[in-house]
């Protein structure tokens, strides 16, 4: 039997001149998926398939499992590319649910393998009882259309070709080949939120309704196409309405919520549907109001029309060397090393004292979920909380932080960090000069 067909390769846009990345943690779904892959691949229908393992640490087998990936990738004439990460100290660090930590850390894995690939798809084996799962979860969460949508065949650089593809099917599979795989304990840890669902909830809907997977699937796949239809008619009618705040007004609220979505996600992928109601109250509000939106989106009344903040750009880490200036898209840093520091200073200034540095220095854009502790305050806060407050539009947030190994000790425009404060017997001390040079422009819709 196979589970992966040519139609199937073809709905997630992958063709003989294909290169995939898949994301191989050695369980069944992914060791499925990647035996899959790699026959296409030797049948001339993908161009090239490599794999990608994250050892997150948390199990004390995570060592074997990253083992059997490497010595099943090396029998399927595959390219491995490897990391560890100690996800439980990311989650401490970070404030996060091991859960989440370990899915933003795992994704940045695969995000920056696919990159240094030439940004390739990313397989994932989500199959149709992981898409079950997420409709619930995306239900109880209060998730709108698109939510309860749930995943799709292809978003984005993301592929997940076993979609269709039951949880049963699979296991006929690997048991046909006789091929070995590996079992993660923690799925049958009941403390995670989506291990509840599989272990208790799912079974119990079962009993209630045979067939409920199938039908929850069924309906997620439904949903996705009113979502489509509804997209496409919130483009339609926004182009018709010339981006009119007046003429938008008069549409039905439900529609003005929907281009309201639109426009938002045009710009970000971190929003809420309340960030669409507050860009819906933005149609009726006087000339010259503005909100910022979740992830420092800012919008702005003018006359009869919106406009946003123009979209900034991504950057990579950059070292930065004491006296030496660094500069990037959104301004220049200037450092050096001074005796004395000339306090109170300007916001794009900033004094830290020498022996709070760990490491070495470099510029960071800030991703979600970093904390840090703000001059001032003895707890930890979120970076996108700080900038929240003091209004920061998406220009700002984006602007690279100046950080050690220990995490944030300057940011721009803003404050330093409470463990870098002066001191009175601070006497080697750095003196930091961001000096604001970035488009932040406003473009028209």
Not at 380 to 388: H, M, R, W
Request: proline letters at 4%; charged letters at 25%.
């Amino acid at each position: 039997m196979h589970l992966l067909t040519e139609e199937t390769l073809a709905a997630c846009s992958l063709n003989g001149e294909s290169v995939v990345l898949c994301a191989f943690s050695g369980g069944p779904d992914s060791t499925a998926l990647l035996l899959e892959l790699v026959r296409h691949r030797d049948e001339g229908r993908l161009k090239q398939v490599y794999a990608a393992h994250l050892n997150h640490g948390i199990r004390p087998t995570a060592g074997e499992d990253m083992a059997f990936c490497r010595r099943l990738c090396l029998s399927l004439g595959v390219s491995l590319f490897c990391e560890s990460r100690d996800v439980p100290a990311v989650a401490k660090e970070r404030g996060l649910s091991l859960e989440t930590a370990a899915r933003q850390v795992r994704h940045g894995f695969l995000d920056r393998v696919s990159h240094a690939l030439g940004d390739v798809p990313i397989a994932l084996g989500h199959h149709r009882g992981d898409q079950a799962e997420t409709v619930l979860l995306h239900l109880i969460r209060g998730s709108g259309l698109r939510g309860l949508a749930a995943m799709s065949l292809r978003q984005g650089r993301l592929v997940r070709p076993l979609l269709s593809t039951s949880k049963e099917e699979i296991a006929a599979y690997l048991s046909e080949r006789n091929q070995p795989y590996c079992w993660d304990e923690t799925n049958a840890d009941a403390a995670f939120a989506r291990n509840r669902l599989r272990l208790t909830i799912l079974p119990a809907l079962e009993t209630i309704h045979p067939g409920a997977r199938e039908n929850i699937c069924a309906c997620a796949h439904k949903l996705a196409q009113e979502d489509a239809f509804l997209e496409d008619l919130a483009q339609k009618a926004y182009v018709e309405a010339g981006g009119s705040r007046r003429r938008l007004m008069a549409l039905p609220m439900v529609l003005q919520l929907r281009i309201a979505l639109w426009l938002i996600r045009r710009r970000t992928a971190d929003y809420t549907q309340a960030d669409a109601q507050r860009l819906v109250e933005l149609f009726r509000l006087p000339s010259g109001s503005r909100v910022t939106l979740r992830g420092g989106v800012v919008a702005r009344a003018e006359g009869d029309s919106l406009r946003f903040d123009e979209e900034p750009p991504a950057v990579s880490d950059l070292p930065l060397t004491v006296g030496q200036e660094v500069q990037t898209p959104f301004g220049c840093y200037r450092t050096e090393w001074v005796n004395a520091a000339r306090l109170p200073c300007s916001a794009d200034q900033g004094y830290i004292d020498a022996r709070a540095i760990c490491g070495r220095l470099f510029l960071h854009q800030a991703q979600a979920g970093e904390r840090f502790v703000p001059l001032g305050m003895a707890g930890s806060k979120l970076l996108s909380d700080y900038y929240t407050d003091r209004h920061m539009g998406q220009w700002e947030r984006k602007t690279p932080l100046l950080m050690d190994e220990k995490g944030p000790l300057f940011v721009p425009l803003g404050t330093v960090a409470q463990r870098a404060r002066i001191q009175e017997d601070s006497h080697n001390i750095l003196h930091i000069h961001f000096i604001k040079g970035g488009k932040n422009n406003e473009q028209d819709l």
